[in-house]
């Protein structure tokens, strides 16, 4: 048998329409005032102190004022010294009857025995130099900064449209048989 089928589908058609949301919003009233922190600092520094007045006084390196004072007085002893040794040599000169070795032995002694020195080794100077510290000190004045915001909100306005699917037969389905032979051989 000769059968000719043409088939059709369906077809579905769609309408489509997009949801649509749209916002408003004004402009934000935003306003920001800063005040900077500060910090005042006083600083004093520290002082170290060194007094050598009395190890260099010990080695001979006086203030002069110093220096005249020692030195006046050992000039007063040595002024008296000699006052009283050319007395006494003066008072043995004058004892005529005690003998006349006051002469030679004075001469000796003016002569070398009173420029005799006893020598030691020492080691100088004997006392430190005195030490002190002033402290030094930090003072901190900090101001606190500030940070001043204004924020009035704002309305927010929304409109949302739906979206929409329309769904409809765009094209019916169908099917078309078609005898297309020359002989029909139907036995029953």
Do not use: W
Request: hydrophobic content about 35%; some cysteine.
């Amino acid at each position: 048998m000769d059968l000719k089928i043409n088939i059709i589908n369906g077809l579905i058609g769609m309408n489509i329409s997009q949801g649509k949301m749209n916002i408003d919003y004004g402009k934000s009233n935003f306003h920001m005032q800063t005040k900077n922190p500060k910090i005042n600092m006083e600083i004093t520094q520290p002082k170290v102190n060194i007094d050598q007045t009395k190890p260099l006084g010990e080695i001979g390196l006086k203030k002069i004022t110093d220096f005249i004072k020692t030195n006046v007085e050992k000039g007063k002893q040595v002024c008296l010294q000699g006052i009283s040794r050319i007395v006494q040599q003066g008072n043995e000169l004058a004892m005529i009857e005690a003998g006349n070795t006051a002469i030679p032995r004075q001469s000796e002694y003016n002569a070398f025995d009173q420029y005799k020195k006893e020598v030691n080794v020492d080691f100088i100077p004997k006392s430190r130099p005195e030490i002190s510290l002033e402290e030094g000190t930090v003072k901190i004045n900090f101001k606190k900064g500030e940070v001043n915001i204004e924020n009035k909100p704002q309305e927010v306005n929304l409109d949302y449209t739906l979206g929409k699917v329309e769904i409809y037969l765009k094209q019916k389905p169908f099917i078309d048989i078609e005898y297309i032979g020359n002989k029909l051989d139907i036995k029953i």
